[in-house]
């Protein structure tokens, strides 16, 4: 039988045991389209953090856009019956803007959503799912847990326009303390608010000591009704046996406009961006005018592959030159016979410079000869 770890590549392997993982759960599998109207992006850019879409007008003459977004599309189509609670999961493609290159790229990704009458045990078991969906990519992982919150609630009561607290935020995502501090006295914020954002922004760790130096920083029910979920969220966590890989960052942030309670992203060792991100985006539903709760996660499995070549020693076995006049039975014998035995052949007609092999031969008077071995 085929034994299909030796075969499958890490993101590839990712998308079935991810799958299996969310079926075990309830989750039901949602199948979505190449194509929205445009109008469903153009309403929530914000929520895409970016502008660029591909669009094309059909035969009906509306304007049309390959999905740069799975999340909008299940919320959009998702129709949830009062105190119901529907979990979806997914595996699909959606097609972003790069911003490395300035050109568009297909992203495969793979989550859950769900969408009802959201509850304590909901939010636990979608950041439990996130925790379990790491622990089957690789060993060494962090999930960094936020909750919008608390950020909004500090935040409101610095009493900055708009375009100045939109400003912080990001500040606060990047850790920019300086920036923080020249946008607050540029806005004559009390030095004692100031000093507030900053703690919180350095305010980082495992979940018992986050949450001790949570509690000086509490000044209005916003921020006490966040602390209050995160400590259920931790209690839970810590039964599981889930909490070592966990740490409480408040510099994650996502738009206030869309997210409304705990926000995560999950990192694996090997791989220099988050693999996984999510968080609760109840306002999302409700200007979706659906009067309900909502609170997701995807991993991107494109960003994966990079652990694939890290993770194998060699592209191929044996790397067989193909040299003229030799005859062409001997070469097809001896492909045969490495493979039969489990060994993989690269056949070339020169020595490959990009190809990590564990032999170089040759055939040679119609038999293999190696020349080389541990390249």
């Known amino acids: 039988m085929t034994d299909y770890d030796k075969i499958l590549t890490n993101d590839e392997r990712a998308v079935y045991d991810l799958r299996e993982l969310y079926q075990l759960y309830g989750y039901q599998r949602f199948k979505t389209g190449k194509f929205e109207e445009y109008e469903l992006y153009a309403r929530n850019k914000d929520f895409l953090g970016s502008d660029g879409i591909l669009t094309f007008t059909d035969a009906r003459g509306r304007l049309i856009a390959l999905k740069p977004d799975v999340t909008l599309s299940i919320a959009k189509n998702a129709d949830v019956n009062p105190g119901e609670v529907q979990r979806f999961c997914y595996n699909d493609y959606v097609y972003r803007l790069s911003g490395d290159s300035g050109t568009f790229r297909e992203i495969s990704q793979t989550g859950i959503e769900c969408i009802g009458d959201i509850g304590s045990y909901d939010v636990c078991e979608v950041i439990t799912l996130a925790l379990k969906s790491l622990d089957l990519i690789g060993e060494n992982y962090i999930l960094d847990i936020s909750h919008m919150g608390i950020v909004r609630g500090l935040t409101k009561l610095l009493n900055l326009p708009e375009e100045a607290e939109d400003s912080v935020l990001q500040c606060i995502g990047k850790k920019n303390?300086?920036?923080?501090?020249?946008?607050?006295?540029?806005?004559?914020?009390?030095?004692?608010?100031?000093?507030?954002?900053?703690?919180?922004?350095?305010?980082?760790?495992?979940?018992?000591?986050?949450?001790?130096?949570?509690?000086?920083?509490?000044?209005?029910?916003?921020?006490?009704?966040?602390?209050?979920?995160?400590?259920?969220?931790?209690?839970?966590?810590k039964k599981e046996k889930l909490d070592r890989c966990v740490r409480f960052d408040f510099s994650v942030v996502n738009d206030m406009g869309y997210y409304n309670g705990v926000i995560f992203q999950g990192f694996i060792q090997g791989i220099a961006k988050a693999v996984l991100s999510g968080g609760r985006y109840d306002n999302l539903m409700k200007k979706m005018n659906k009067k309900c709760g909502a609170i997701g996660f995807s991993v991107s499995i494109d960003a994966l592959s990079d652990l694939n070549r890290k993770e194998k020693d060699l592209d191929v076995d044996i790397v067989i030159l193909d040299r003229p006049g030799e005859p062409l039975?001997?070469?097809?014998?001896?492909?045969?016979?490495?493979?039969?035995?489990?060994?993989?052949?690269?056949?070339?007609?020169?020595?490959?410079?990009?190809?990590?092999?564990?032999?170089?031969?040759?055939?040679?008077?119609?038999?293999?000869?190696?020349?080389?071995?541990?390249?």
């Open 329 to 375: 039975d001997a070469l097809n014998d001896a492909v045969r016979c490495f493979t039969e035995e489990g060994l993989s052949v690269s056949v070339q007609k020169e020595v490959p410079k990009n190809i990590r092999y564990g032999r170089l031969a040759e055939i040679y008077d119609g038999e293999v000869r190696v020349i080389e071995t541990d390249n």
């Open 177 to 237: 303390i300086h920036g923080v501090r020249k946008i607050c006295r540029e806005n004559e914020v009390p030095e004692e608010m100031i000093e507030r954002v900053d703690s919180l922004i350095t305010t980082y760790g495992p979940i018992d000591k986050v949450l001790k130096e949570l509690e000086p920083l509490v000044l209005n029910n916003m921020m006490q009704r966040a602390v209050d979920e995160l400590k259920v969220i931790a209690d839970v966590l």
